[in-house]
């Protein structure tokens, strides 16, 4: 069955720090790849998206995901945090011969000024 | 303009009650999906709809019950409330299955707590 891995539970960080959010998953087919963000009492947002061509993927905010398929791994990743990043993010897959998108456990960010 | 719409925002109620939670979509999508998030922040699929039509029903209880009066719409009734169904419940539409190339755009959850 597909399952999505988020190893960093909770990551706490100084304003300007750089960031980089882990994401596996187990499937070895073709799969669309997604981080989302969920800002505090907030609903979820797309940052970026994966579904085939250069892996390295540019998303809102400054952010960005490298997709590296013989790690099965999608990591987000952010050069320079701000207080505002502070969220709940959720790594999410789905595969093409399937209609769910499986979410990763989240990772919650605390950035501190 | 709200592209998933829920309401109502909060839910409060007693065990024993049925309630429903209502999902609109104004992106003329023809998929839609409740997800649960339970306390712990894990987030999962309950149901999906294609056109009005049931695609997923992922092993919820027969107490839920989802309704697709129109592409557009979504609802969630839940008969016999239960302490476990506390949750906050996300709607979510996409032009496509899930399958597909295609984002999946949430509304702005509904926190439901049972007492």
């Known amino acids: 069955a597909q399952s999505v891995s988020q190893h960093n539970h909770h990551v706490i960080l100084s304003e300007a720090a750089s960031l980089e959010l882990g994401c596996n998953y187990s499937y070895g087919g073709t799969v669309n790849l997604f981080w989302y963000v969920q800002y505090p009492g907030q609903h979820l947002q797309l940052l970026l998206k994966?579904?085939?061509?250069?892996?390295l993927v540019k998303g809102i905010k400054g952010f960005e995901a490298e997709f590296i398929k013989s790690k099965f791994s999608f990591n987000l990743r952010k050069p320079s945090v701000q207080w505002s990043d502070t969220a709940e993010y959720f790594c999410a897959v789905n595969a093409r011969v399937t209609d769910k998108l499986i979410f990763g456990t989240g990772t919650r960010l605390q950035v501190f000024p | 303009d709200t592209a998933v719409s829920q309401t109502p925002k909060y839910l409060v109620t007693q065990m024993g009650n049925d309630k429903s939670i209502k999902c609109e979509q104004n992106l003329g999508h023809d998929t839609m999906y409740w997800y649960k998030q339970d306390s712990k922040k894990f987030l999962k699929i309950m149901f999906s709809y294609n056109n009005k039509e049931l695609i997923i029903n992922e092993t919820v209880p027969n107490r839920f019950s989802p309704k697709s009066p129109d592409k557009a719409h979504l609802n969630l009734h839940i008969n016999s409330l239960e302490l476990g169904d506390s949750a906050v419940y996300f709607c979510?539409?996409?032009?496509?299955?899930?399958?597909?190339?295609?984002?999946?755009?949430f509304g702005p959850g509904t926190r439901l707590t049972v007492l």
């Open positions: 994966y579904f085939s061509g250069d892996p």
């Open positions: 979510a539409s996409s032009q496509g299955l899930a399958g597909d190339t295609d984002t999946q755009y």
